[in-house]
T-cell receptor, first 112, second 114 residues
């Protein structure tokens, strides 16, 4: 199925470091969402963005809706061990069968 | 309010058997979507139900089916299980159809086919 491209695919960082990841698409999205999935669990919604250029924070997480509407960014400041997981971007996108597209995921590991 | 509840959390089946998974959405949510997640394939869309009607179906064989009840609870069934069906099956609910915005996921049902 269709997917959004996320980078990097994986990251190994030291506790306390800041993290940046992005999500890109060849087509326009009107909504961007970021989810986090911990091992053996379902994805949990972190941040939702509804307007181009919007910058939204949720604690140490900050996400931005790209001006072109074809990308979005997620930053995590001062990472901690519990930030470990897979981060997915996603968005509603009416493209025939697929009404909701997920990114390929960024796997984050934090070294204490 | 209670989140999305999926049962069972874990199950083991053998090839050729069938399995039924259940999903209770957040109260008031009318859309239920099902996804298959495997390590190499990410989140693969199975189908979406809204108000007891299947709206969309992903590219899965006919062995995968689902339904939604009047109380919005949903079940999915996989018949004639194959080894490749081993995966985490995730259910997500939303107030409106998928394309309207946010999905809320359950913890998943992990199926192992031996």
């Amino acid at each position: 199925g269709q997917q959004l491209n996320q980078s990097p695919q994986s990251m190994f960082i030291q506790e306390g470091e800041d993290v940046s990841m992005n999500c890109t698409s060849s087509s326009i999205f009107n909504t961007w969402l970021w989810y986090k999935q911990e091992p053996g669990e379902g994805p949990v919604l972190l941040i939702a963005l509804y307007k181009a250029g919007e910058l939204t924070s949720n604690g140490r997480l900050t996400a931005q809706f790209g001006i072109t509407r074809k990308d979005s960014f997620l930053n995590i400041s001062a990472s901690i061990p519990s930030d470990v997981g897979i981060y997915f971007c996603a968005g509603p996108h009416d493209s025939g069968t697929y009404k909701y597209i997920f990114g390929t995921g960024t796997r984050l590991k934090v070294l204490a | 309010k209670a989140g999305v509840t999926q049962t069972p959390r874990y199950l083991i089946k053998t090839r050729g058997q069938q399995v039924t998974l259940s999903c209770s959405p957040i109260s008031g949510h009318r859309s239920v979507s099902w996804y298959q997640q495997t390590p190499g394939q990410g989140l693969q869309f199975l189908f979406e139900y809204f108000s007891e009607t299947q709206r969309n179906k992903g590219n899965f064989p006919g062995r995968f089916s689902g339904r939604q009840f009047s109380n919005s609870r949903s079940e999915m069934n996989v018949s004639t299980l194959e080894l490749g069906d081993s995966a985490l099956y995730l259910c997500a609910s939303s107030l409106f159809p998928q394309e309207a915005g946010e999905l809320f996921f359950g913890e998943g049902s992990r199926l192992t086919v031996l």
